[in-house]
């Protein structure tokens, strides 16, 4: 069971925002520690798609950005595309746990 | 550029054990930390297993599920990283993946490979 909780689905018309909450608690994003975030596109490895909470890695598109506050954070897509439609998932590092926890997973639909 | 190949997977029978392989290369393996993570069937993400660099003191932790049960180790002379599975169960199933680990992200991955365990 996961600790960090996001919603199953998000869905938006093409050229829309659309946003993933992923919802933590006080012994992993409310206790300071970063937040990333991975795309999996259909039948392939994760990939890294923000990373310490608002970083992107050389290559992602600025379309995605990401932000964190108290026991949360966020992923936005801007400018939604067909080729983002995929599973996303957050990831950060649990002290209660002593390990590194992952989101339930969103997917995303370009209606 | 970074690849990472895993390999070893296969079937097998509940109780049995399994070695999976993971080959480095574009980056100094020894200096990194190296995760595994693995992804049962239509599921999500899930953690398996770190080691720390050999620098800092290569220790391993585990999530709960596969402690006990499972080992990571390391050949730097060999660019490889290995997950040993014992005692395994049903719900190991999954692909695993081989990930690095920088800043508490999990930064490349491999492509995976599928353990199914079943009778």
């Known amino acids: 069971q996961s600790v960090l909780t996001q919603p199953p689905s998000v869905s938006g018309a093409p050229g829309q925002r659309v946003t993933i909450s992923c919802t933590g608690s006080s012994s992993n994003i409310g206790a300071g520690f970063d937040v990333h975030w991975y795309q999996q596109l259909p039948g392939t490895a994760p990939k890294l798609l923000i990373y310490?909470?608002?970083n992107r890695p050389s290559g992602v598109p600025d379309r995605f950005s990401g932000s964190k506050s108290g026991t949360s954070a966020s992923l936005a897509i801007t400018g939604l595309q067909a080729e983002d439609e995929a599973d996303y998932y957050c990831q950060s590092y649990d002290s209660s746990l002593s390990g590194y926890v992952f989101g339930t997973g969103t997917k995303v639909t370009v209606l | 550029e970074v690849q990472l190949v895993e390999s070893g997977g296969g079937l097998v029978r509940p109780g049995g054990s399994l070695r999976l392989s993971c080959g480095a290369s574009?980056?100094?393996?020894?200096?990194?930390?190296m995760s595994w993570v693995r992804q049962a069937p239509g599921k999500g993400l899930e953690w398996v297993g770190r080691?720390?660099?050999?620098?800092?003191?290569?220790?391993?932790d585990f999530a709960a599920p596969v402690k006990g049960r499972f080992t990571i180790s390391r050949d730097a002379s060999k660019n490889t990283l290995y997950l040993q599975m014992n005692s395994l169960k049903t719900e190991d199933t999954a692909v695993y993946y081989c990930?690095?680990?920088?800043?508490?992200?999990?930064?490349?991955w491999g492509q995976g490979t599928l353990v199914t365990v079943s009778s």
């Open positions: 080691i720390k660099s050999q620098t800092d003191g290569g220790t391993t």
């Open positions: 310490s909470n608002s």
């Open positions: 990930t690095t680990v920088s800043g508490g992200s999990h930064y490349y």
């Open positions: 574009g980056f100094t393996f020894s200096n990194a930390w």
